[in-house]
């Protein structure tokens, strides 16, 4: 299943941090009066962009967004390390300093309709699509389908992670009724060695470090996800 990924750009956020700076006093030699001087406030320039995990596409994508956008005192990208996609969106609703923020088209339905954040529409705005991720179910040996996670442990990565949402999505729309536990990838890749969890989720795009230099263990595998009616729209 592939998912279109966008950035979100937060309108009230961008105004205030377009506001003229304000005046600052200067200290004054001694025996002279305080001088008042207008001073270039640099959060005039500054954008905050909410990234994601350590382990993810996200927050490469952002790291690279803020070497190539970087413009001296003209602007100035600061990607920030975060919980992914569905935490990427209330981080741009909620915190301070979040300005634009990489997330996945499903994710505002989610808001939609599990949040009733009814509004969402008005109060964030689409810039750009950047890539497509891919969802990943990566097993033990002894798991052969996706049927087969039904009552067994699996991951699906931190809390606000791509995976909670997406994951979910699939399994659910599947029927199957695994035990989802939340935790990060690399607990979860160890747990998988002990037989402790059956399979993890990763939502993710291309390139990623947790496969590219995961050393594998033999027979563990990755599973089919299988396009049918269920997953159509």
Same mark, same amino acid.
């Given at each position: $299943? ?5 950035? @979100?750009?937060?309108?009230?956020? @961008? ?49 690279? @967004? ?8 003209? @602007?100035?990208?600061?990607? $920030? ?105 690399? $607990? ?46």
């Amino acid at each position: $299943m592939r998912l279109g990924i966008v950035a @979100l750009c937060g309108l009230t956020l @961008l105004a205030e941090a377009m506001l003229p700076a304000a005046a600052q006093t200067l200290p004054a030699a001694v025996g002279q009066a305080p001088v008042r001087a207008s001073k270039p406030d640099p959060n005039a320039w500054t954008v905050g962009l909410a990234g994601g995990l350590l382990e993810g596409s996200f927050i490469r994508y952002a790291a690279d @967004l803020a070497k190539v956008l970087d413009d001296g005192d003209n @602007l100035r990208v600061i990607p $920030m390390v975060t919980y992914g996609a569905v935490g990427n969106v209330k981080d741009l609703l909620d915190l301070r300093g979040v300005d634009i923020a990489i997330t996945q088209a499903d994710v505002l339905d989610h808001f939609r309709r599990d949040l009733k954040v009814t509004d969402i529409g008005k109060r964030i705005q689409y810039i750009s699509p950047l890539y497509f991720a891919e969802v990943h179910v990566y097993a033990r040996p002894e798991i052969k389908s996706l049927k087969e996670l039904s009552g067994r442990k699996v991951a699906f990565n931190t809390p606000g992670s791509a995976a909670n949402l997406t994951g979910k999505v699939i399994f659910d729309r599947l029927g199957i009724e695994a035990e989802r536990v939340l935790i990060n990838n690399a $607990m979860a890749i160890e747990k998988m060695r002990t037989g402790e969890i059956a399979a993890i989720v990763h939502v993710v795009g291309k390139p990623n470090d947790l496969f590219a230099k995961l050393k594998n263990k033999p027979g563990f595998h990755f599973l089919p996800i299988e396009f049918g009616q269920e997953l159509e729209d």
